[in-house]
């Protein structure tokens, strides 16, 4: 199973506005509503963002959203923190029984 | 509070064995979903795989056959037993909950360094 792919770094200014892409096959992200979103900050364990492609576990600011077409999944960082510079993961359901990852975007505040 | 936390990496030569463990507290791990997932140093997440509370086991393709998933309900804990280990096995290793059996990984443990080297 490939690793999803994801653009290798994402950046904006504080307040903007930044979108990381997730693509995939069908037998994947576009298959199932099984995408999930994760953030990880240098020398930490990651942390769930989004889950089921735009549901927010409690706690997570309004700031993230994320949405899905086709095969092609993305999370939305609006209003953008100094805090919310990290590294971001996709993930998706591969069919299977398995899970595969994206390949990883580092987002940084300008 | 609900946490993990992830013991018995080290450094091991290659072809060598590697038993690591998952402690569980604030949930049991009876009724979850768990997971292991790996992170190679300076690179991104690798899911590597899951035992269902059912009892079922499932690996990607770049560990089957070489590594076990288990748990002990009594103690709350999960295992992965690696054998035959690789250079390319060299990585953080995370356990783990599916919180909602439908890829919501959360929480995450803090990660065990198991290095492959002679």
């Known amino acids: 199973q490939s690793a999803l792919t994801q653009p290798p770094s994402a950046s904006g200014s504080p307040g903007q506005s930044v979108t990381i892409s997730c693509s995939a096959t069908?037998?994947?992200?576009?298959?199932?509503?099984?995408v999930s979103w994760y953030q990880q900050h240098p020398g930490k364990a990651p942390k769930l963002m989004i889950y089921?492609?735009?549901k927010r576990p409690s706690g997570v600011p309004d700031r993230f959203s994320g949405s899905k077409s086709g095969n092609t999944a993305s999370l939305t960082v609006s209003g953008l923190q100094a805090e919310d510079e990290a590294d971001y993961y996709c993930?998706?359901?591969?069919?299977?029984?398995?899970?595969?990852f994206g390949t990883g975007t580092k987002v940084t505040v300008l | 509070e609900v946490q993990l936390v992830e013991s018995g990496g080290g450094l091991v030569q290659p072809g060598g064995s590697l038993r690591l463990s998952c402690a569980a507290s604030?949930?049991?791990?009876?009724?979850?979903?768990m997971n292991w997932v790996r992170q190679a140093p300076g690179r991104g997440l690798e899911w590597v795989s899951v035992?269902?509370?059912?009892?079922?086991?499932y690996y990607a393709d770049s560990v089957k056959g070489r590594f076990t998933i288990s748990k002990d309900n009594s103690k709350n804990a999960v295992y992965l037993q690696m054998n035959s280990l690789r250079a390319e096995d060299t990585a953080l290793y995370y356990c783990?909950?599916?919180?909602?059996?439908?890829?919501?990984?959360?929480?995450w443990g803090q990660g065990t360094l198991v290095t492959v080297s002679s």
């Open positions: 783990v909950r599916d919180r909602g059996n439908r890829g919501w990984f959360d929480p």
């Open positions: 604030g949930f049991t791990v009876s009724s979850n979903y």
């Open positions: 035992l269902y509370s059912g009892g079922a086991t």
């Open positions: 069908s037998s994947d992200v576009g298959g199932y509503n099984y």
């Open positions: 089921e492609v735009s």
């Open positions: 993930s998706s359901y591969a069919g299977s029984n398995n899970w595969v």
